[in-house]
């Protein structure tokens, strides 16, 4: 529990005295433009580096996790918690996207050097999430005795049927505990600290791998099991609370006293925003399956989604990349450095553009061949699919990286107009191509609709976007103009 005291500001430490506390976190010289400028691609790659260290150590835990759970609970209990977890893509929403705007106002808090805005905006994000979890568990709570759990899972076995209902509410539960401590998370990477929150998240699989071993060497039940993997991220980010409130930014610490109507009112705008991005985004990409398995039939769906596990390697290593760079943005515009943002954006660009190609032009060479050797020869795409997964691939690289800009820039609204005309004309138009040319069809709606709503968009305001960065910084710099 966070010990909600109100800081004085007289109790701050000044920037000196936080080098000397944070050696690691504020080691160059902050007072010019080229040692802010080396000062933030240190974070971006210090960040990218964690989050990809991080994520390889979770896809090896899963190695060994997944088959030993798999034995151990049986088809049925492993599925079960297999559909328990995965509904936390869903809960994800339960933030209403206050998250990803927080880090917006922190990385323009941190920009302006204006520490109290900051302090105000962690404070009413953290009761604002607090009271969203409290309502929802009260809810949850009095409609968990009525909800047929069994029913609903399709369990039939006697023990899948006893550790149903259990088993979802310790998830939801440690879902919603850990729910508030995300805006130590978000803080960490609005001030360009991602990679400490990345090597707390490494610790959070490192604990929850341990759990499972436990769990399973005492032949606990799925109850355990759900425990140690929803359960982890709350010790973890309890700890990660503890280490930042307490000795890197003690003058942060929430306190109902700097809950703001203001601050809480552009928080919730924010988010209410890129919850609508979210949505657009969930809608348009995550919908092929459906659209597959309703015009072909669900045996058409594997043709589909094992080639595309081969495409989504290049966007995914491009999101690790290229995310350290959205609060970066949001403080190089908050502070007026204005080249800095131009020329990152430039390289970010470019990069993503022929990295990806390169990579994408590779695999659809080799696509076949790499799917013989890891499937067998029962799965051959057509080359009209994998082509059209090459482009997908090519586009959603570029588009992550002037997504990036366009966040940090606070250039939110453009992107919630786009990503909805775009998710509707992709249903409709991957729909249609579907009917008319087979399976490549959902891919080549994506393909047309991302580019004709989104990327096309995105570029044709890209200079007005930069004219109006450039004259933030010239009020900035100069006010009496």
Known sequence: MLHLALKSDVNRPTAHQTRRLEPVIEPLDGSTPQGRSHERYRRVVLTAASSTAARALSWITALVYVPLTLNYLGTERYALWATISSTLALLSFADFGMNAGLVNVISESHGRRDENAAATYISTSFFLLL???????????????????????????????????????????????????????????????????????????????????????????????????????????????????????????????????????????????????????????????????????????????????????????????????????????????????????????????????????????????????????????????LAGMACWAVLNSVTSSLTMFLNGAGFIRVQAICCTLMAISNLVISIYLTKHIGIAGVVYGTVISHTVFVLIPYFFQLPRLLAEISDRSVVLLHPQL
Request: net charge positive.
């Open 131 to 385: 009271a969203i979890a409290v309502g929802i568990g009260c809810i949850f709570w009095s409609l968990y005795p009525f909800v047929p759990w069994s029913r609903i899972f399709n369990v039939s076995t006697a023990i899948a049927n006893r550790e149903v209902g259990p088993s979802v509410s310790t998830f939801v539960f440690c879902f919603l505990a850990y729910l508030p401590l995300t805006v130590v998370e978000r803080a960490q990477l609005g001030y360009q600290m991602g990679f400490v929150n990345q090597s707390w998240e490494a610790a959070s699989n490192c604990l929850a791998f341990l759990g499972i071993l436990v769990a399973v060497h005492l032949h606990a039940g799925l109850v355990f099991l759900i425990l140690a993997v929803a359960g982890a991220p709350v010790l973890t980010a309890l700890l990660n609370a503890f280490t930042f409130f307490s000795f890197q930014r003690p003058w942060l610490l929430p306190s109902w006293h700097r809950i703001s109507l203001s601050a809480a009112r552009k928080i919730v705008g924010l988010g209410a925003l890129y919850l609508l991005i979210q949505a657009a985004a969930a809608t348009g990409y995550t919908t092929d399956n459906l659209i597959i398995a309703h015009v072909l039939g669900a045996s058409r769906v594997t043709e589909y989604a094992v080639p595309l596990k081969l495409f989504v390697i290049a966007p995914a290593v491009c999101s690790i990349v290229f995310a350290p760079l959205w609060p970066a943005y949001g403080e190089a515009s908050a502070r007026g450095d204005v080249k800095w943002v131009k020329a990152t954006l430039r390289y970010s660009l470019l990069g993503a553009l022929v990295l990806s190609f390169l990579a994408n032009a590779l695999l659809f060479m080799f696509a076949r061949t790499i799917l013989r050797m890891w499937v067998g020869p029962r799965l051959v795409p057509s080359m009209l699919l």
